[in-house]
């Protein structure tokens, strides 16, 4: 797989060539310094996975991300950064990131490299652990257009907040089973592979 790597540290940029390039099937195709320069080379070499930092001068990894999937939906963002404030964490899944790790964890990064190559969404633990917290106003917000019904939307709510199915079953009154055949249908409808995904699609839709 093509991978574009942006970081605005040169040194940073070579290092992770180094690192991904140890794996066979990856190859570090070009990389670049700002947000500006990740969006010319990746209109120009349409890499499979665009690796980025965050926080850089001319344009930052945030908005060129968002240029890049409003005119490219199906572009596979990955952001590597060593900030895990909240609001990088609320835009990247609002913009529709495929992930979201910190640098401190190198050895994570080819994995989860080849996690969005799949098709999944990459979120480290520290921010996983994290979403609960972001927004404060749960709200109930509709997710009718995707095919949920009310019941199902509350299920969606309390696995964003980090509750098993035990804890679940006793909040909405439901045996485990019934939570446990609910989740399975949200999977379904909305494609997806586990809760953790659940819960990002539905911090990304609210």
């Not at 540290?9 to 140890?22: G, N, R």
């Not at 900030?83 to 913009?95: G, P, V």
């Amino acid at each position: 797989m093509n991978i574009l790597v942006i970081d605005d540290d040169k040194l940073v940029c070579a290092s992770l060539k180094t690192i991904l390039e140890t794996d066979p099937d990856i190859s570090v195709t070009a990389t670049g310094n700002n947000g500006k320069q990740a969006i010319e080379l990746f209109e120009k070499l349409q890499p499979d996975i665009l690796l980025m930092d965050i926080r850089m001068e001319i344009m930052t990894g945030l908005d060129a991300g968002e240029f890049l999937i409003k005119k490219y939906p199906n572009a596979r963002i990955l952001f590597l950064t060593t900030f895990s404030d909240d609001e990088y964490i609320i835009k990247a899944l609002r913009i529709g990131a495929k992930g979201y790790l910190l640098k401190q964890n190198f050895e994570s990064i080819v994995p989860a490299i080849k996690a969005v190559n799949t098709g999944q969404s990459v979120f480290g633990d520290e921010i996983i652990t994290k979403l609960p917290n972001l927004i404060q106003d749960e709200g109930r917000t509709s997710f009718s257009n995707f095919g949920l019904t009310e019941k199902e939307t509350e299920l969606l709510i309390q696995i964003s907040n980090g509750l098993s199915n035990k804890e679940i079953s006793e909040v909405l009154y439901l045996s485990e089973g019934t939570v446990r055949n609910y989740i399975s249908i949200m999977l379904e409808k909305l494609q997806l592979r586990d809760r953790t995904q659940l819960a990002v699609f539905y911090y990304k839709n609210k």
